[in-house]
C-alpha cells in the first residue's frame, strides 16, 4: 500500500465551481502535511501547508483529520488557471517528502 | 533567475551510456534533494545532502546511482550503465528551513534511455 493515496481523477469542472480533493496516510507518526500544485510538465509547486486547525488561503482550504489519517483541500470559484494536479505530501519526520500520485483537475469554460 | 536550476532539461541516451544531471539550488539553501518521477506517478525521493554531507538515501538509489555535493553548493547525479527504466524526469530541490516543508524544486532533466 502506498503511503499517500490520491484519487487520480480527472475531475472536470466548470469554471465557478467547487471541487474538493481527499487524500489519506498510512503512517500516523506522519508530521508534516501540504499540497503542492503540478502544472503539465513543470515541477511542483507548494500550493499550501495543512494544519489541524484547518487552514484558509483566498479560495483554497485545507483540512486535516489525524485521527482518520485524512487530507482535504477545497477550492471555491475555480478558475480555468486552477487546471493542474494537485499533489498531496506528507513528511514522516525525515527529510523526505512523500506525495501521492496527485489529482488531476480541468476546469472548463 | 534565483530559482533552482538543472542541467541539462533533456537527455537522450543510449542503454548501458553513464549520465550526469547537475543541480544548482538556491544559493543560500544548505539542504538539497534529488526526486524522480514517472508518469502518472508523484515525484519520489533519491537522496539529501545537507551542505556537502549526503544524510539519507532512498532503497531507490542503486549501486548505478551516484550523487554528490563536492562544496556544499551544486550537487551532480550520476547514473551508470542506464537501463530503460531510468527513464523519468529526476528533479532536484533546495530548502532553507525543513520544518516549513516548503522545497524548491527545479524544473528537473528529462532523461529518455533508447
Sequence with gaps: RKEVEQDPGPFNVPEGATVAFNCTYSNSASQSFFWYRQDCRKEPKLLMSVYSSGNEDGRFTAQLNRASQYISLLIRDSKLSDSATYLCVVNRGGYALNFGKGTSLLVTP | ?114
Design chain 2, 1 to 114: 533567475d534565483t530559482g533552482v536550476s538543472q542541467d541539462p532539461r533533456h537527455k537522450i541516451t543510449k542503454r548501458g551510456q553513464n549520465v550526469t544531471f547537475r543541480c544548482d539550488p538556491i544559493s543560500e539553501h544548505n539542504r538539497l534533494y534529488w526526486y524522480r518521477q514517472t508518469l502518472g506517478q508523484g515525484p519520489e525521493f533519491l537522496t539529501y545532502f545537507q551542505n556537502e554531507a549526503q544524510l539519507e538515501k532512498s532503497r531507490l538509489l542503486s549501486d548505478r546511482f551516484s550523487a554528490e555535493r563536492p562544496k556544499g553548493s551544486f550537487s551532480t547525479l550520476e547514473i551508470q550503465r542506464t537501463e530503460q527504466g531510468d527513464s523519468a524526469m529526476y528533479l532536484c530541490a533546495s530548502s532553507l528551513d525543513f520544518g516549513t516543508g516548503e522545497q524548491y524544486f527545479g524544473p528537473g532533466t528529462r532523461l529518455t534511455v533508447t
